[in-house]
């Protein structure tokens, strides 16, 4: 855990949790459709079950049970089997459409397009996430809608596994992201929420940043204490907080 | 050619000539690096040359005659071969390499940043460039530091040859595009300075305009009168125009 970042050009960024508040996001649209075709559904628990079904579907690829596709298909995927368990099976097909695309909306931490917008301008600053392309640029412009600040998510690159053909934690994906940006993996700063993301991006030499996200799973499961402080070489509570860390105002 | 736009969802920009002024910036580099060492060299000639080799070599990758590589690679076999010819043999390997990125440092026409923050309000907008990542994503953030509006060049994507293996105008660039936009053809429209860009856009189902840049090659070679009018979809002047014709105050 080295504290000297002064070979650091870029920084990698997982998305979902990390710069999104994905479980928000999801319920709300969830209560709105449920309410519009009036039936009661406990809206936490569903976004919670399709968001734990994606590692499982994920997985199911990784063992060739599954062919690839993008998480967009995916994610239609497990909304199939919530639709009848919670009785929303009168959703038209373009409803179903719909708010399977809600995804492509999630809205930002309260830090993170500032964070960002500050990052940006020492680092290249890029995404590095299991979403497909389309989904991640249409996420970036959604938030100009959303942030106060008006700037959408201010990526100078969207870097997906639909690239290169793996998910993470594939190794594949990060020394394609390095490659792509034609830089050294200790060049790159991956920056995440989960450590299994980082841990797979530090074996292949990245260095890392933790960002704490205590309610990525709602209030009443947040982290009952921090981490360590000493697996990752930055650990923060936000991006303004790692940005100030690299050493900008 | 429809003048209906309606369901255009993204632009696609091919960037050498059409978003950059590539010769001024590469004319200026050079006579500053010549002047450095000593050395009169004829650096519009130079300039003209570096880039007319560009398209030799890729032909010679399309051949099989060269292996697969990125721009920065071609461009720098190229510069190796003019050294010599224009007596800069002095350069040191440092000084080789920082030349060879002068592609990174390449200046926007005058409407270019204004033009694209226009559009990027409406549309996706992304590069579509036989330049590699790497590259783009330099030259995008070099441009905060010479345009006057403190904005670099605002991309929502960077769209690559390097990510589809093949150069422009291989078909499989533009449909690679399209795939990863998860728009079908007549959803996105290239914007090139380059007909034969647009033709092959156009031959697998984009929309196509065209922008005149006539002193791309210089004063002394600008095109003599401006195209027909009635191949591509749409054909202006510029960005501010572009925007203005697709419906943006």
Redesign the interface.
């Known amino acids: 855990m080295s504290n000297d970042f002064s070979d650091i050009r870029a920084l990698t960024f997982d998305v979902f949790g990390t710069v999104v508040d994905w479980r928000s996001s999801v319920i709300r649209e969830l209560e709105v459709i449920a309410t519009n075709i009036h039936v009661e559904i406990d809206a936490e628990e569903f976004a919670d079950e399709w968001r734990s079904g994606y590692p499982r579907i994920m997985q199911e690829v990784r063992d060739g049970l599954r062919p690839w596709d993008?998480i967009?298909v995916l994610h239609r995927v497990i909304l199939e089997e919530l639709i009848p368990r919670y009785g929303l099976e009168r959703l038209s097909e373009d409803e179903r459409t719909s708010l399977n695309r809600v995804w492509h909306r999630l809205i930002p931490w309260p830090d993170s397009v500032e964070g960002l917008m500050k990052l940006k301008t020492k680092y290249?600053i890029a995404t590095l996430s299991n979403g497909?392309?389309?989904l991640l640029?249409d996420m970036?412009?959604h938030a100009a809608h959303v942030d106060p600040s008006g700037n959408g998510l201010p990526?100078?690159?969207?870097f997906s596994a639909?690239?290169f053909g793996h998910f993470k934690p594939a190794p594949e994906v990060y020394l394609g992201a390095a490659r792509?940006?034609?830089?050294a993996p200790d060049q790159v700063m991956m920056v995440a929420t989960h450590a299994g993301d980082l841990r797979a991006a530090a074996s292949i030499g990245f260095r890392t940043a933790y960002v704490d996200r205590p309610i990525e799973w709602g209030i009443s499961r947040a982290a009952a204490e921090k981490r360590s402080g000493d697996e990752f070489d930055i650990e923060v509570d936000d991006f303004l907080e790692l940005a100030a860390m690299l050493g900008i105002e």
Chains 1, 2 share one sequence.
């Open positions: 993008t967009d290249v497909n392309v389309a640029v970036a412009k990526w100078d690159l969207v639909e690239l792509l940006l034609d830089l």
